[in-house]
């Protein structure tokens, strides 16, 4: 597997994935604004691609960062984190988020922030996105807007400390 940064060209590899999480985060592949802010992402580079290293056309997992302005009391942010199905449970996930941390967090020590489900979503469970952050350490934290498709969500937040590797 390797993690790259991802461009423009990996619009599709991007929606393929959405598409096997729609079910949990409601519409993304035939929405503008998901399409806006994933080309935002592409654009400015702060997206990441999980892949075969053999060059599978479908990507193991991706990612999408919002990194804090240097000096910004403001805590980095994971906008997005999808692992397909199939790769699920094998530590795509958590090497995307190694990989952004080394990355985009270059000051220590920094606050990570991502909203996932609610405790009582039905994709909480099904997905195990829960349970995949506070194995990573984050915390559950407040309460925060309802999904598209009108589900909870919940704040998690991990505090990064050490040296920052950066690329």
Do not use: I, K, N
């Not at 080394?102 to 997905?127: I, N, W």
């Amino acid at each position: 597997m390797r993690m790259r940064v991802a461009g423009e060209h990996d619009l599709d590899g991007f929606l393929r994935l959405a598409a096997e999480v729609e079910r949990w985060f409601g519409p993304m592949v035939a929405e503008p604004g998901f399409h806006r802010a994933l080309r935002t992402h592409l654009t400015r580079g702060t997206a990441l691609l999980a892949e075969e290293t053999d060059g599978a056309p479908f990507p193991l997992g991706g990612l999408l960062f919002d990194p804090a302005e240097a000096g910004s009391a403001r805590a980095h942010h994971l906008d997005w984190l999808v692992v397909s199905a199939a790769a699920r449970g094998t530590g795509v996930g958590r090497a995307l988020l190694d990989e952004a941390t080394a990355r985009f967090v270059t000051g220590r020590p920094a606050v990570l922030e991502v909203v996932t489900f609610g405790a009582d979503h039905p994709g909480a469970v099904e997905s195990g996105a829960r349970v995949f952050y506070e194995r990573l350490g984050f915390t559950a934290c407040e309460p925060a807007a309802p999904g598209p498709e009108g589900g909870s969500r919940q704040v998690y937040r991990r505090t990064v400390t050490g040296a920052a590797t950066g690329s």
